[in-house]
């Protein structure tokens, strides 16, 4: 009985460190584009959230992929803007914050990271900043075949401050495999989708 007040102090300090922690975390879909400019390419799309420490927004973050994905047959594009977010000014106007994508194959500097990476960056608007707290949307469209599972550090954030913060992506994750040459042809010109429909009324 004598040893919980010692103890009393320590859980306290462990509790209060843990809900200082900065964390990202983000969840993905992935989905097969059957009309438009990227016809047979995935879109990706994420729901990131982060918790920084106060006084510090969210500067960039970056989503990290395997060596392979740098590839040159492993193509990236996106929308301007591709992704929207949150502010410290308006927290409930999800739209507040527009931001850009941009790929880099040899790593994010900043960060510390140096396989490849989809960066994205916030537009440089005073009167809409991401806060240390936030919630966005982001997008990226690429050939590069998407699975499932829930990947640790695939997800990095950097504070105003300069702090460096990485978390988990649970969902659709690039790959690094792409679909053989025919198979991208037939997907655009949306021949497979009848092909499997083909299949499945024989059966």
């Known amino acids: ?15 209060v460190s843990a809900a200082d922690a900065a964390t990202i975390s983000g969840e993905s879909t992935a989905a097969l584009e059957t009309t ?22 969210l500067s960039h973050w970056d989503l990290l992929m395997k060596m392979g994905c740098a590839e040159p047959d492993h193509l990236y594009a996106s929308d301007d803007p591709a992704g929207y977010s949150n502010s410290e000014e308006e927290p409930e106007n999800m739209t507040a914050v527009s931001w850009t994508m941009s790929f880099l194959p040899g790593g ?26 936030g919630t966005g949307s982001f997008w990226f469209y690429s050939n590069v075949i998407p699975e499932f599972g829930a990947f640790e550090n695939a997800l990095v954030g950097k504070s105003g401050s300069g702090t460096v913060t990485f978390g988990t992506l649970t969902g659709d994750w690039p790959s690094c495999s792409i679909p053989e040459p025919g198979t991208m042809i037939l997907i655009a010109v949306g021949v497979l989708p009848i092909l499997s429909g083909l299949k499945r009324s024989r059966r």
């Open 1 to 15: 009985m004598k040893l919980l007040p010692l103890l009393a102090p320590f859980v306290i300090l462990l509790v």
């Open 36 to 57: 438009g400019p990227y016809a047979g390419w995935y879109r990706y799309d994420f729901t990131v959230t982060w918790d920084l420490e106060a006084g510090a927004g």
């Open 108 to 133: 994010d500097p900043t960060t510390g990271s140096t396989g490849p990476a989809i960066k994205y960056e916030h537009a440089d608007n005073p009167s809409a900043n991401p806060g240390p707290q």
